[in-house]
């Protein structure tokens, strides 16, 4: 089965603190994403990335960067926390590869932050 | 740009009833499309997919889909709910490298 690990299930930070959220997948994928879930929002992409090293923007990358030093890690820091920033964050990964999910996304349990 | 539009936010059923769930893309080009559940406290998983062939697909737990690719929809239905079907279903849209995601209709399936 596929796993994909979040580093915390629930976290709280204060506002202005550079906040460090860590997803580890064991397959091999080449994708990966960082979602933030809101209610009535649905999930909104934050970054992608389809290699090492390599990111992309997605629909709401202000206020957020990310890493991917290595192949199965990949990192979401929100450089200086702020309450908006509030909110349910999802790792998933990825094959791009026919035979190998194609696309299929598979979701990490999720962070709670909490921003006060 | 592709969007899923997904009509209903919310679906209060009794247990029994059927369902459908409305989905609706934008996209012209060849569409692989999914729909995923979670139940409360759990992952986001996979509920089926549509790639290519028989537009009408089955996935788990019963649910089944149907493509229309005249009406570019991708309806999700079950003939008779149960309480343990009370989740979240999201919609979703291949786009280049990524999957542009629906905003979600949260169904409560009553006893």
């Known amino acids: 089965d596929v796993k994909v690990t979040q580093s915390s299930r629930y976290l709280v930070k204060r506002t202005g603190e550079k906040v460090f959220l860590e997803c580890v997948q064991d397959m091999d994928h080449e994708n990966m994403f960082w979602y933030r879930q809101d209610p009535g929002l649905g999930l909104r992409l934050i970054y992608f990335s389809y290699d090492v090293k390599m990111k992309e923007k997605g629909d709401i990358p202000e206020g957020y960067s990310v890493s991917r030093e290595k192949k199965e890690r990949f990192s979401l820091i929100l450089e200086s926390a702020s309450t908006n920033q509030t909110s349910m964050y999802l790792c998933?990964?990825?094959?791009?590869?026919?035979?190998?999910?194609?696309?299929?996304?598979?979701f990490g349990p999720g962070t709670r932050l909490t921003v006060t | 740009a592709q969007s899923v539009s997904q009509h209903n936010h919310h679906v209060i059923l009794s247990e029994a009833a059927s369902l459908e769930l409305g989905c609706n893309y934008s996209?012209?080009?060849?569409?692989?499309l999914f729909w995923y559940v979670q139940y409360p406290g759990q992952h986001l998983q996979l509920l089926l997919k549509y790639f290519s062939g028989d537009p009408l697909v089955k996935g788990i737990k019963g649910f089944e889909a149907e493509f229309i690719k005249s009406k570019f929809s991708f309806n999700l239905r079950k003939p008779s709910v149960q309480w343990s079907d009370t989740a979240e279903y999201f919609c979703?849209?291949?786009?280049?490298?990524?999957?542009?995601f629906g905003a979600g209709t949260r169904l409560a399936v009553h006893p």
């Open positions: 979703a849209v291949r786009g280049y490298n990524k999957l542009i």
């Open positions: 996209y012209g080009g060849t569409v692989n």
């Open positions: 998933a990964s990825s094959s791009p590869y026919p035979g190998q999910g194609y696309h299929e996304q598979y």
